[in-house]
């Protein structure tokens, strides 16, 4: 385990550095934040926080081992813009394929998220009391109305790797800063140089033509998802859940693939092992594995048994044992 943040006066500056093994815990870690992750490839989970609160901004790198989907909420009063400190072909963000040297942002009152295997994220999250005057100064316009969206926005590859040499340096100056507890003055202008660096690093032009198609497909995965969770004890057919979305097989399937990079049969089953994990680590005195897993429609017990051990490297009764 790594340091956890010390209380604060709200306004002190404080920092967080956390080595976690529990992908729970590690979603509930970053403070003031409401997250829930699942595993969705095989390995045991490993992750280090990063976190530095400035007045009015948090700046945040994130290591994760495995991939995942991360969803929840910032807050309504912030906006969140994001990075990945390596690019790869298998992120997804509000359900838009995230290219190499693109920055994800938009308004913190939604977060989806799905990473790869090894990945590490870089991001500034700013107070909206704070953005909005140092965007109409440097701008001379209001903060403009795509930010309250959720958007893929491209960047040069030049202005990408500047901006993640100086996230990194910045999160490492600000935490040396932070501990000291003083020299208020240096912290805002650390914090203002990596704010206007991110901020420059936006393109001039927003183009938000394709949004309704992405949310419309988006919105189908979601609903599918719910649907599914919702039967997980008699899990339902491809089919029967084309049918109650509305939808052909293969449209669904090719939602899927645009939103999530996965399929929905190989999807729904991480969903279903994740929560027969979540079951196991909270089971009443007398709950067998068997009661758990049909509860999660796992009715064949030895690939039941070979399926949860592909994807968190132990068998249930080891995770039982662990509560």
Known sequence: MGSSAPHHAPDSPWVQVLDTQDMDQHALAQQGWALHYEQLSPGQFKGRIHQVQLPEVTLLREDTSIALRQRGRLDDSVYGFAMALQDSPDLFFNGQRVPAHAIMCGKGDEVDLTTPPHFTLIAVVVERSLLNPLWERMYQKPLAHWLEKQLVLQTTDIKAQNLRDLQLTVLDQASALAHRQHDPQALRQLRDEILME??????????????????????????????????????????????????????????????????????????????????????????????????????????????????????????????
Request: proline content about 5%.
């Open 198 to 323: 991110w901020l420059e690093a936006l393109p001039a032009q927003v183009d938000t033509s394709e949004l309704p198609n992405l949310e419309r497909r988006k919105k189908l995965v979601d609903r599918a998802c719910e649907l599914m969770m919702g039967h997980a004890d008699e899990p339902l057919s491809i089919l029967e859940v084309c049918s109650r979305v509305g939808t052909s097989r293969r449209k669904l399937n090719y939602c899927f693939q645009d939103v999530l990079g996965t399929t929905p049969i190989k999807y729904l089953r991480s969903l279903r092992l994740n929560s027969v994990r979540r079951a196991l680590r909270q089971a009443a005195p007398g709950e067998t594995i068997q009661d758990i897993a049909s509860h999660w429609g796992f009715w064949h017990l030895s690939q039941f048994a070979q399926d949860y051990k592909h994807l968190f490297g132990e068998l249930p009764s080891d995770t039982l044992r662990q509560r």
